[in-house]
């Protein structure tokens, strides 16, 4: 699996949006991004996940650079709701991948 | 359904106790795992099951014993756990090993071995 670099943590307002990064220099070609958001206590909740370009749900954007070295997950408008840690995982969509995070990003929102 | 069930909620065992931990998804996934997490770490993946065979046991020691019994259920048996044990034990599911990136994680089962 593809290592990943992210910020360890990150602080916000309210209705502000925030974007978290996370470095993945070694990405493979069949490599999918994709990330988890995790409150204290609970399993993690996937959020989104892409492979190139930009992907949007209801929840976020992932945007991929052409080099697909980086991503940025960009969440709009946060929520004091939203304060959780947010992992970014890279690995293959296809054939025994081990969904493994890393150290993940610890994003605080205040009002 | 979307969930996965994890039983019990909290678990307090002591060192010469054996205890299991249940995990139980309907959706028809067929690829299942069990994670340990400590406080303000990542969760760290212990076992990965699919079609019911162990597929991937990251070294874990025996006295996690895991155990699945159909493509339902997930068991994780304990015995003779150290109190560095403690833990939040996660289990998931995913449709199978091929979309294993996107997983539906349980609640956890908090654990603590006294």
């Known amino acids: 699996l593809a290592k990943t670099t992210q910020p360890i943590s990150m602080d916000s307002y309210e209705g502000q949006e925030v974007n978290i990064t996370c470095s993945h220099n070694?990405?493979?070609?069949?490599?999918?991004i994709t990330w988890y958001q995790q409150f204290p206590s609970q399993g993690p909740r996937f959020i989104i996940q892409g492979y190139k370009t930009k992907v949007t749900n209801e929840v976020a954007s992932l945007f991929i650079p052409a080099d697909r070295k980086s991503s940025t997950l960009s969440l709009p408008r946060v929520s004091l709701s939203d304060t959780a840690v947010y992992y970014c995982?890279?690995?293959?969509?296809?054939?025994?991948?081990?969904?493994?995070f890393g150290t993940g990003t610890q994003l605080k929102v205040e009002l | 359904d979307t969930e996965v069930t994890q039983t019990p909620k909290h678990l307090v065992m002591g060192m010469t106790n054996k205890k299991s931990l249940k995990c139980e998804q309907h959706?028809?996934?067929?690829?299942m795992y069990w994670y340990k997490q400590k406080a303000k770490k990542p969760p760290e993946l212990m076992f990965v099951?699919?079609?019911?065979?162990?597929?991937i046991n990251e070294s874990v020691p025996s006295r996690f014993s895991p155990e699945c019994p159909n493509s339902s259920l997930l068991n994780l048996h304990l015995h003779a756990l150290q109190p560095e044990d403690s833990a939040l034990y996660l289990c998931?599911?995913?449709?199978?090993?091929?979309?294993?990136?996107?997983?539906?994680f349980g609640q956890g089962t908090r654990l603590t071995v006294v």
């Open positions: 995982l890279v690995g293959r969509s296809g054939g025994g991948n081990k969904l493994t």
């Open positions: 070694n990405i493979a070609t069949n490599d999918y």
């Open positions: 099951y699919s079609y019911e065979k162990l597929s």
């Open positions: 959706m028809g996934h067929r690829a």
């Open positions: 998931a599911s995913s449709q199978d090993l091929r979309s294993g990136l996107e997983a539906f």
